[in-house]
């Protein structure tokens, strides 16, 4: 896994940026790089810049933005994402994020009240994520969603891998790092950031043959519109989606559990 280095230009809060480099197997560095990616923290969040461009950088924000934009006006139950994770059945469930990423989707299912635990194997993913976490607990407002929300920085496998039966999560949730497009538009920024962090998803496959054996209720897969599904074999049996929900340009591959 790539390191990253973290910079902090404020003296009151380097003390702050040492502990999160040895928190999160950071580098910390006193001046800037001289290329690549580097963290920078600030008064008012933590963020992935590039020394080679001076676009803002990429940060995790439950509070204002999209997100915020989302919670209040388009967060519905009706939405692709809540009705891939059954939400249309049930109020409310527990859901293990095994791909947390920037934590939107996980964000989106907490506001409307399951019990999201977000798993992050990334270092600096989890660190803009405990950033976001912190700020967002500061809202009074919005602490219902806080407490639906839980991170684990550890790889999903081997959180899986030691649930106990009684943890087991209703549903888990996958979003692997989409293929390689040709198409320039598609990449955004963000995304080009992150998979420079954390590379491609080569072993999805296997964190899925994992997830089939500890969801209860259902595995579901984030997968580009017209993408193949991921390979999934165990005993080597091939399986296969149940059923899937499509959007514009995204589709959510449904799978049964196998301990029911």
């Known amino acids: 896994m790539k390191i990253i280095p973290l910079y902090c230009r404020q003296t009151q809060l380097q003390s702050h940026a040492q502990h999160l480099a040895t928190q999160f197997q950071c580098t910390y560095i006193e001046q800037l790089p001289d290329a690549g990616l580097y963290l920078d923290l600030n008064h008012t969040h933590l963020a992935l810049h590039s020394i080679d461009t001076k676009t803002q950088g990429v940060y995790v924000d439950f509070v204002e933005g999209q997100l915020g934009y989302r919670r209040e006006h388009s967060c519905g139950r009706n939405q692709p994402l809540p009705r891939a994770i059954g939400l249309k059945k049930h109020k409310s469930l527990k859901v293990l994020d095994a791909t947390a990423g920037l934590g939107r989707d996980s964000f989106l299912l907490a506001v409307l009240g399951c019990q999201v635990t977000m798993v992050e194997r990334?270092?600096?993913?989890?660190?803009?994520?405990?950033?976001?976490?912190?700020?967002l607990q500061q809202q009074d407002e919005?602490?219902?969603i806080w407490h639906n929300m839980q991170l684990i920085h550890q790889p999903s496998q081997l959180y899986l891998q030691?649930?106990?039966?009684?943890?087991?999560?209703?549903v888990v949730y996958v979003d692997p790092m989409y293929p390689h497009r040709q198409k320039s538009a598609l990449v955004k920024k963000e995304m080009r950031f992150i998979r420079?962090?954390?590379?491609?998803?080569?072993?999805?496959?296997e964190l899925l043959s994992i997830a089939l054996q500890?969801?209860?209720k259902r595995v579901v897969v984030k997968r580009p519109k017209g993408a193949p599904s991921v390979p999934i074999s165990i005993a080597q049996r091939a399986i296969t989606p149940h059923t899937h929900i499509q959007s514009k340009n995204t589709r959510y591959d449904i799978y049964m559990p196998l301990t029911v």
């Open 122 to 135: 990334s270092p600096v993913l989890a660190a803009l994520l405990t950033d976001g976490l912190q700020r």
């Open 214 to 216: 500890r969801a209860k």
């Open 142 to 144: 919005l602490s219902d």
């Open 162 to 170: 030691q649930l106990q039966p009684d943890q087991y999560p209703d």
């Open 196 to 205: 420079q962090v954390v590379g491609d998803d080569e072993d999805s496959s």
